[in-house]
């Protein structure tokens, strides 16, 4: 696991149980914790993923991220993501989301709400804006986001932690494939997902993503030497 995310975490899990930061409480902003901490902002990113991996802090629509529980529940549940993190294949990790992708899309098309779908429309047109202006750091990241969204459509919660606690080595793979990555072709992708599931067609929406991941994972193994 990244050193400074690993300190980021240890630091923000030893404000919860101590009580520094308390139940109910909203968390400083993405911003501030990047300037408190000198570190940026993706890594402040990163490790806040992994405090809503273990059900720590959530977000609140349109105000922020809030404490959750306190740290009584941590001697147990602070070690799942070091778990997951002895994994050290790219590959596997990249395998192991795909496969919760195209169960989380069958789920998804059943499940979803209004407000879940309407955030993977802002997400999607998030995602062309940062493709248009040239930035694919933030492009992977919002892409990332769809796809975070889409595991919470499912409505399963182990599919949801599994994913937050793989995020920061799925943003380094997709960040590693993005230089020949046409986003245009993700942009059409999610546009396709998005009309499938408003017509909740699970055999439209799983052939979608299942040719997505394919022709993901076939760029990953192209460029990491794994064909």
Not at 63 to 69: A, D, F, R
Not at 84 to 109: S, T, Y
Not at 128 to 146: P, T
Request: with cysteine; net charge negative; aromatic share 8%.
């Amino acid at each position: 696991m990244n050193n400074v995310v690993e300190d980021i975490y240890s630091q923000m899990t030893e404000f919860i149980s101590n009580g520094t930061w308390k139940a109910g409480s909203k968390i400083p902003t993405e911003n501030k914790l990047a300037e408190t901490f000198n570190v940026s902002r993706n890594s402040v990113r990163q490790a806040i993923s992994q405090l809503k991996a273990l059900g720590l802090i959530e977000a609140k629509r349109g105000y922020g991220t809030i404490i959750k529980k306190r740290g009584a529940s941590l001697s147990l549940n602070d070690i799942i993501p070091s778990i997951m993190f002895e994994v050290e294949d790219n590959l596997q990790i990249f395998e192991f989301h795909n496969g919760i992708q195209i169960e989380c899309i069958k789920l998804a098309c059943h499940r979803y709400t209004d407000e879940q779908l309407s955030r993977l429309i802002a997400c999607t047109e998030q995602l062309k804006i940062h493709y248009e202006n040239g930035d694919i750091h933030e492009a992977v990241f919002h892409d990332l986001e769809c796809h975070k969204i889409i595991c919470e459509m499912s409505g399963n919660l182990m599919f949801v932690r599994a994913t937050e606690i793989i995020y920061q080595r799925l943003e380094q793979s997709f960040n590693l494939i993005s230089s020949s990555f046409e986003y245009r072709e993700s942009i059409i992708f999610h546009e396709r997902l998005i009309s499938a599931l408003k017509s909740r067609n699970v055999i439209f929406a799983t052939a979608i993503m299942e040719g997505h991941q394919c022709d993901t994972y076939q760029k990953f193994l192209s460029l990491t030497g794994n064909e």
